[in-house]
């Protein structure tokens, strides 16, 4: 195929990627972070951003927060919304917190 045949620049912006989710699945939500870990070089993601747009889960609450400091520490943060603000809202408290050159908005599942 011809896409192998395609040469990227070497230099390319950092990326913030930015993951809403409300009351996700243990699994799917931390197979999404992973995912773009393990998918992607390591020197192009700046940071992952978790916006939690006001989920009730409990496995979302400690659990999640202590999943994150003990295996992602310097790469996820997690943001938690007062109160639900739907996807767009989510989105742009997730952009605001980015630093990274670009934006990336993926889904959590």
């Not at 395609?6 to 990326?15: E, F, G």
């Not at 409990?58 to 999943?67: A, D, P, S």
């Amino acid at each position: 195929p011809r896409c192998k045949a395609v040469v990227y620049d070497s230099q390319l912006p950092t990326a913030s990627v930015v993951i809403i989710f409300t009351n996700e699945a243990w699994s799917p939500l931390i197979r999404t972070i992973y995912s773009v870990l393990n998918r992607s070089p390591p020197e192009f993601i700046h940071e992952i951003i978790l916006v939690d747009d006001f989920s009730d889960k409990k496995h979302l609450g400690v659990k999640l927060e202590r999943f994150i400091t003990k295996y992602f520490p310097s790469k996820v943060k997690l943001l938690r919304l007062k109160e639900r603000q739907g996807l767009i809202r989510a989105r742009l408290t997730g952009a605001r917190a980015a630093t990274g050159d670009v934006l990336i908005f993926l889904d959590s599942h």
